[in-house]
């Protein structure tokens, strides 16, 4: 009797293991059910490698804190701006996070950084939206200012192993109780030790070698299932969460001039993931050009559309033919064009083209089943603060691209948004960027528009412009509460306007900051701090008044944080409400 009732509580438990697993959708259903996705780029990946790039020092490990969120412009991220994105017909985010910067020597991540990430995710999964997390910039390209630790190579590897398990054996604790609509990312950009792009070994001479190309393949394979085994292994529910591997440098294959092109799609093994059968992604990212160069990398003018749909379809069927046919979706964990990053990018210079493929790579990528997740833009830099979108009618081109033409999405505009500001200068010319963006030419605009809440102290400010003819700057005194700035139509290009600071110290209120174009029309500013001051009691204003993010708080004078909690202590660097408005605290 003993042994029957033994044998029946092990089917029952059975059949309960049976029925969780059964609750948790297949990589290809939650690869189907995520929608269009977005990244939430330049802000937990963001770091600065200011001691030293030497990652056998003990001081390469941890060298930031929270302040890290914001190193590279951006603001703290806020429910709100994850509330947004939902609305507007967004249905994933991808929240890249770098580690290295947060965690020691031995691999133990900083309590406070895990609890930050736990926090965004929760922004991203309390809107009933995917969320995908990983591990970012411990891995790219190594430079002069950065080092990367985790690399496409069979000796790094062998060196990294353990760390790198250990890292995801605390994301896997921290989130194991997390449902489906979390998925882990093992890694990002990996590369090898030569830090080559397109496919493993291009930087070597004669842009192959075949076996620094084997190490590559080997070590990213390697990764992949050190990232798979540790993840399971912490049970809960990831012993069925749907996992994502990336190819190598996550290179999508596109392109016809190299023979080796294809090869990180061909060398990339489905990890053994026995536990957690048919939940495994590949993900790769692409960023096809979309202008024609000659031999020296000069402009020749705009691809056709043809051409460029051309590619879209030729890298589609690489991804059935050379991943997909190994058993797991596919994902396009970020795209965009070639020159996101330039001073004038393609939304800048060729509007047209790039909507025109971006219809079409998500039109066509929705019919393959395959989820996109667009780079960084569409909100960026002070409109996720207010939140707004700083490139709406891109956001409604690849929102109607997915859910079709008819659809109508929610899209507050940032052009309807400004921010007053206090600004401290603690330091002789110091610098406050009145406009740091893309760059534009003083044919389109003819004027930048200040307006102070009282005239400055005599001889504290200087208008400070630079532009491509003048790179040193041209400055003019600042003198009144009202003053403008008129641009010279032969100025050309201006890449940035500040407030300069003449003494070593001073204190101004910021009301608005526009710059007015040639017809008449004005574009409010998002100012940030460059060097030498500080930012604080940073208000967002709407054309119709101020904005407040929460109508029901208090206006008692007190600080509270973003869920309605008061502070009983002075409050640390980031963003908080005091009197119904947003403040950031530096």
């Given at each position: ?75 703290p991220t806020t429910p709100e701006l994850l509330k947004m994105m939902k609305e507007a017909g967004f249905g994933a985010i991808r929240v890249p996070v770098t580690w290295y910067n947060h965690m020691d020597k031995d691999g133990n991540v900083d309590a406070a950084w895990m609890a930050r990430v736990h926090e965004v995710v929760d922004y991203v999964m309390n809107q009933g939206m995917y969320c995908i997390i990983n591990v970012h910039h411990d891995t790219g390209a190594d430079g002069n200012s950065f080092k990367s630790w985790i690399k496409a190579d069979e000796a790094n590897y062998a060196q990294n ?310 790179s040193n700057g041209y400055t003019r005194d600042i003198t009144s509460a009202e003053s403008t700035l008129a641009f010279a139509a032969n100025m050309g290009t201006i890449t940035g306007i500040t407030l300069q600071c003449k003494q070593s110290s001073g204190r101004v209120r910021i009301k608005s900051v526009k710059l007015k174009n ?69």
């Amino acid at each position: 009797m003993g042994r029957l009732i033994t044998l029946m509580i092990g089917m029952l438990l059975m059949i309960t293991i049976h029925i969780e697993a059964a609750d948790f959708e297949t990589a290809k259903e939650a690869v189907k059910n995520m929608g269009l996705g977005w990244n939430l780029g330049n802000t937990l990946e963001a770091n600065n490698q200011t001691v030293t790039t030497d990652i056998t020092s003990e001081a390469f490990w941890g060298q930031q804190g929270l302040e890290s969120e914001t190193c590279w412009g951006q603001y703290p991220t806020t429910p709100e701006l994850l509330k947004m994105m939902k609305e507007a017909g967004f249905g994933a985010i991808r929240v890249p996070v770098t580690w290295y910067n947060h965690m020691d020597k031995d691999g133990n991540v900083d309590a406070a950084w895990m609890a930050r990430v736990h926090e965004v995710v929760d922004y991203v999964m309390n809107q009933g939206m995917y969320c995908i997390i990983n591990v970012h910039h411990d891995t790219g390209a190594d430079g002069n200012s950065f080092k990367s630790w985790i690399k496409a190579d069979e000796a790094n590897y062998a060196q990294n192993k353990n760390r790198y398990e250990k890292l995801w054996r605390q994301i896997a604790e921290e989130f194991k109780d997390y449902d489906q609509h979390l998925l882990f990312e093992s890694y990002n950009e990996m590369l090898d030790k030569l830090s080559s792009w397109c496919f493993a070994s291009f930087a070597a001479s004669g842009q192959y070698d075949a076996s620094v190309a084997t190490s590559a393949y080997n070590a990213i394979n390697s990764y992949a299932q050190s990232f798979v085994t540790t993840v399971r292994a912490t049970g809960g529910n990831n012993a069925q969460r749907n996992l994502i591997v990336n190819t190598y440098g996550s290179c999508s294959g596109g392109g016809t001039w190299n023979q080796h092109l294809k090869d990180p799609l061909k060398e990339m093994n489905y990890p053994t993931d026995a536990a957690g059968e048919g939940r495994i992604i590949f993900q790769v990212h692409a960023y096809p050009s979309l202008v024609n160069t000659d031999n020296k990398g000069k402009i020749t003018g705009n691809r056709t559309i043809s051409s460029i749909k051309s590619e879209i379809d030729e890298m589609i069927n690489g991804w059935n033919t050379h991943l997909v046919s190994k058993g797991a979706p596919v994902i396009l964990g970020e795209w965009g064009t070639s020159n996101v990053d330039a001073d004038v990018t393609d939304y800048d210079a060729r509007h047209e083209l790039m909507f025109q493929f971006c219809e079409y790579l998500v039109q066509q990528c929705k019919a393959n089943d395959i989820a996109t997740f667009y780079w960084m833009g569409l909100t960026d830099g002070m409109a996720r603060f207010f939140p707004a979108f700083s490139q709406p009618d891109l956001a409604k081109t690849i929102l109607q691209a997915y859910h079709g033409s008819s659809f109508n999405p929610v899209l507050p505009d940032a052009k309807d948004f400004s921010i007053s500001c206090t600004v401290d200068y603690n330091q002789q010319w110091g610098e406050f960027n009145l406009y740091k963006g893309s760059s534009f030419t003083s044919a389109d605009y003819s004027s930048v528009v200040l307006e102070l809440e009282d005239a400055p102290a005599s001889g504290l400010l200087q208008w400070k412009v630079s532009w491509t003819k003048y790179s040193n700057g041209y400055t003019r005194d600042i003198t009144s509460a009202e003053s403008t700035l008129a641009f010279a139509a032969n100025m050309g290009t201006i890449t940035g306007i500040t407030l300069q600071c003449k003494q070593s110290s001073g204190r101004v209120r910021i009301k608005s900051v526009k710059l007015k174009n040639r017809n008449g029309e004005e574009l409010p500013c998002s100012p940030s701090v460059a060097w030498g001051c500080t930012m604080s009691d940073v208000t967002a204003n709407s054309s119709t008044g101020i904005y407040v993010m929460k109508q029901d708080q208090p206006s008692d004078g007190k600080i509270y944080d973003l869920s309605g909690r008061l502070l009983k202590q002075r409050p640390k660097k980031g963003l908080y409400l005091m009197n119904g408005k947003k403040i950031v605290v530096n």
